[in-house]
T-cell receptor, first 114, second 113 residues
Framework: ELKVEQNPLFLSMQEGKNYTIYCNYS?????LYWYRQDPGKSLESLFV?????AVKQEGRLMASLDTKARLSTLHITAAVHDLSATYFC??????????????FGKGTKLSVKP | NAGVTQTPKFQVLKTGQSMTLQCAQD?????MSWYRQDPGMGLRLIHY???????DQGEVPNGYNVSRSTTEDFPLRLLSAAPSQTSVYFC????????????FGPGTRLTVT
């Protein structure tokens, strides 16, 4: 059974600091996704990582994927209050027969304080 | 483009009632899916479809039915509502299979009493 674990689940940061959110998954997959959710809102796609070693950056966020270690990281640089949200990673469960079945982590609730 | 739309936004049902949550997309996406989101549980896949006429079960399909008669629409039916189905439901779509970037609808907040 594919499991996706994020840590930490809660993160309180000061503005200007750096931090990393980790996403571990338990089975082989080459496709990993990061989403952002603001309170009471829908999910917004941040990054799509489709191969080992993939790195993508958007503003203060950078995501990477290591398929051998089954690990993705979301690095936050010089946090600002606007980054406060819940961040989810999701992995495509591919067992040769159930293509398209995404498994989400439980999310990391990030709070950036002045 | 309206993107992914869901109706209703809010719904209260009594135990045992049935209803259909509507989802539509106007992006000509082949892949559509339904998730439920519960506090502390993340999102869990209920059902998904890789094209018109093709559906499959996700992680938590019990108590729900889907059909995909057109590319645009993917309704989710609750057969006999139970309090355990109180949740926020999201519909999503994606252009490619396996899914690349998924576009999520605004969600339906369902309460079953």
């Amino acid at each position: 059974e594919l499991k996706v674990e994020q840590n930490p689940l809660f993160l309180s940061m000061q503005e200007g600091k750096n931090y990393t959110i980790y996403c571990n998954y338990s089975t082989t997959s080459d496709r990993l996704y990061w989403y952002r959710q603001d309170p009471g809102k829908s999910l917004e796609s941040l990054f799509v990582l489709l191969s080992n070693g993939a790195v993508k950056q958007e503003g203060r966020l950078m995501a990477s994927l290591d398929t051998k270690a089954r690990l993705s990281t979301l690095h936050i640089t010089a946090a600002v209050h606007d980054l406060s949200a819940t961040y989810f990673c999701a992995v495509d469960k591919w067992d040769g027969g159930s293509q398209g079945n995404l498994i989400f982590g439980k999310g990391t609730k990030l709070s950036v304080k002045p | 483009n309206a993107g992914v739309t869901q109706t209703p936004k809010f719904q209260v049902l009594k135990t045992g009632q049935s209803m259909t949550l509507q989802c539509a997309q106007d992006m000509n996406h082949e892949y559509m899916s339904w998730y439920r989101q519960d506090p502390g549980m993340g999102l869990r896949l209920i059902h998904y479809s890789v094209g018109a006429g093709i559906t499959d079960q996700g992680e938590v399909p019990n108590g729900y039915n889907v059909s995909r008669s057109t590319t645009e629409d993917f309704p989710l039916r609750l057969l006999s509502a139970a309090p355990s189905q109180t949740s926020v439901y999201f519909c999503a779509s994606s252009y490619s299979i396996p899914p690349s970037e998924q576009y999520f609808g605004p969600g339906t907040r369902l309460t079953v009493t």
